[in-house]
């Protein structure tokens, strides 16, 4: 257990160090959930299979933001119906460096009676009676039960057991420095989908699932309709009603990218603009959308000056208002950290 939360804790201050400057939304990876000899939900008549719904699902969408944005690199964790391991799928995005994770998923139910779209982020339900320990709780163990058919999977995830309720405690010690912006994806996304081929909206929820612990960027688990609803099932049967799921999630991408972009861009302080105090200089060391406690590491010992910036806050050290003295600085605070970089900035 020491171990695990060891590695927990190494990937947070991993996290923070690569979350800063990210000026653009120009990678994202699209997750078809299953494949392979994992078929995930199956249609009660056995005729049709999740993996390959979700696969024809995230292809139409990779398309259309590949045409949409030829600098976007996309990239799918598969193009084919294979299986690729949850940890294998949130590495192949963190390798990829991503902006975003979109991972699609169809749901089911033991009874034929829910239906709808849902949207999913890291998390865990305060309510023991109503959410995570009840409906979500099978949920969970649906999509996290993939790691049983990989070899020997209790040594390769830390003698995590998906049918185990105290095996997600691990995931609630993992706090998830992109919920706010995995939100808003997540917030424009059921928005886009409402009035489409699959009606109903079963809103927001926050869930353990495995492959949203492991990725460091903005994720969202999307499940659009149920397998195990006779209405939902007949209009994922239709390519058409695909292209029109992938369709409204491309327009869902679309106003978030430009949210992203639009927000650590326009809110910057114009540098024409010549504040009372003058101009100040020093390291930055890191930008993120939570607050981080002054006296933690990745701060080198240094006191930060917190600027914000859209829905950011840039952290930095050695700030003076001579050059010259903040440039020494700089160079002693690049031998422990060498990704920092040297900033000016007013008001």
Same mark, same amino acid.
């Given at each position: ?112 009676? !829910?239906?709808? &779209?849902?949207?999913?982020? #890291?998390? %865990?339900? @305060? /309510?023991?009676?109503?959410? $995570? ?31 185990? !309720?105290?095996? &997600?405690?691990?995931?609630? #010690?993992? %706090?998830? @420095? /992109?919920?706010?912006?995995? $939100? ?39 499940? #659009?309709?149920?397998? @195990? /609803? ?118």
């Amino acid at each position: 257990m020491k171990r695990a939360i060891h590695i927990i804790l190494l990937s947070l201050v991993l996290t923070a160090f690569t979350s800063y400057g990210q000026i653009t939304l120009n990678s994202v990876v699209i997750d078809p959930g299953h494949g392979g000899k994992d078929p995930g939900c199956i249609s009660p008549d056995k005729k049709n299979y999740e993996k390959t719904m979700t696969l024809d699902i995230s292809v139409r969408l990779a398309e259309k933001m590949r045409k949409a944005y030829p600098d976007l690199k996309v990239a799918l964790t598969r193009t084919k119906d294979e299986f690729v391991s949850l940890d294998d799928r949130a590495e192949f995005a963190n390798r990829k460096n991503a902006d975003l994770f979109i991972s699609i998923h169809i749901n089911a139910a033991r009874s034929t009676g !829910p239906n709808g &779209y849902s949207l999913h982020l #890291l998390g %865990q339900s @305060s /309510n023991k009676n109503k959410d $995570l320990y009840a409906y979500n709780m099978d949920v969970c163990q649906r999509e996290n039960s993939v790691i049983l058919l990989e070899d020997d999977y209790s040594t390769k995830h830390e003698g995590f057991d998906p049918s185990d !309720p105290e095996s &997600y405690i691990f995931m609630v #010690l993992m %706090q998830n @420095s /992109n919920l706010e912006q995995s $939100l808003k994806f997540a917030e424009t996304a059921g928005n886009c989908l409402a009035g489409g081929p699959i009606k109903s909206n079963r809103g927001i929820w926050q869930n353990p699932f495995y492959v949203l612990w492991k990725t460091s960027m903005p994720a969202v688990l999307i499940e #659009l309709g149920f397998m @195990s /609803n006779s209405s939902d099932l007949s209009v994922l049967r239709q390519p058409a009603n695909r292209e029109d799921l992938a369709e409204r999630i491309f327009q869902a991408f679309k106003e978030y990218k430009s949210h992203y972009d639009r927000t650590l861009t326009v809110n910057a302080v114009p540098s024409s603009v010549a504040p009372s105090g003058g101009k100040l200089y020093g390291t930055q060391i890191i930008a993120s959308s939570k607050t981080i406690p002054e006296n933690s590491p990745v701060f080198l010992g240094y006191e930060p000056y917190k600027v914000k910036a859209g829905g950011l806050t840039k952290y930095i050290v050695g700030v003076s208002s001579s050059k010259e003295e903040a440039m020494k600085m700089y160079r002693e605070i690049k031998k422990k950290n060498s990704e920092c970089f040297f900033v000016e900035f007013e008001n």
